[in-house]
């Protein structure tokens, strides 16, 4: 099972990777606390203190065209924010 899907790189997600050295993932719906921090030491060889997850659920969107409302559904997902012990980093830029 692949834990971790992808990293989110956003602006609030950098600050916190450069200020209280947290970094955020997209994590399968299935995974619990210690999946997530293991597949994170494995991936990236650094050290997880703490980890917290949070379940994003759907939400409804519709849009008006000229053929009439198209209404859809995004992707529920769930998100970890990952704490790294005092001197580690992940940059995620290193394989530009």
């Not at 956003?10 to 210690?34: C, H, P, Q």
């Amino acid at each position: 099972m692949n834990v971790i899907i992808k990293p989110i790189v956003t602006e609030r997600m950098t600050w916190l990777g450069d200020t209280l050295n947290r970094y955020g993932f997209i994590v399968d719906k299935s995974a619990n606390k210690i999946e997530i921090k293991k597949a994170v030491e494995e991936m990236y060889s650094v050290t997880v203190t703490s980890v917290n997850t949070m379940n994003y659920s759907g939400k409804v969107k519709s849009r008006y065209t000229k053929s009439g409302i198209i209404s859809g559904r995004t992707n529920s997902f769930k998100k970890a924010i990952v704490t790294l012990a005092e001197g580690d980093k992940i940059d995620f830029f290193s394989n530009i």
